[in-house]
């Protein structure tokens, strides 16, 4: 018998694209997805506990906003994610493995977003406060001599 950890080092060798560290976000990412849209993941019928790739999409970009802020892209990268269809071929191995399931609707092409995830954080990105900075690597450079 095969236990979850012993299926991710399966997916991780068979597709070694991704972390391991980028499966367990998936996992989170749904946990908090399905929070959100009061969904149960532990009922038996499927309309109440089902989350669309749209609305994992959705809640994978909210949960990494709040789990790492705009440093997100940047860990997606070191993980192995480099765009939303990423997310799609995660969600998937992770289908096929059997630690995940899906309706006959759901897709890799409900993964492919209407924008990518670096312009979602960058669009997002914004200072909170009244700041006036003022930065030249010039001024930085003459400082340190």
Known sequence: MYSMWDKLLEITRKDPR???QAYRFIFE??????KKLGKNLKSSREEERHVSGQQLIEGIRKYAMEQ??????TVFELWGV???PDFGELVFNLVESGLM????????????AACDYKTF?????????NFNIKFTWDYTWQKSR
Request: net charge negative; hydrophobic share 30%.
């Open 82 to 84: 480099k765009n939303d």
């Open 101 to 112: 399931g899906k309706t006959d609707s759901d897709s890799r092409q409900d993964f492919k």
């Open 68 to 73: 790492m802020g705009y440093m997100a892209p």
């Open 18 to 20: 991704y972390s391991l």
């Open 29 to 34: 990412a749904l946990d908090y997805t399905a």
């Open 121 to 129: 954080f960058g669009d997002n990105f914004k200072f909170e406060g």
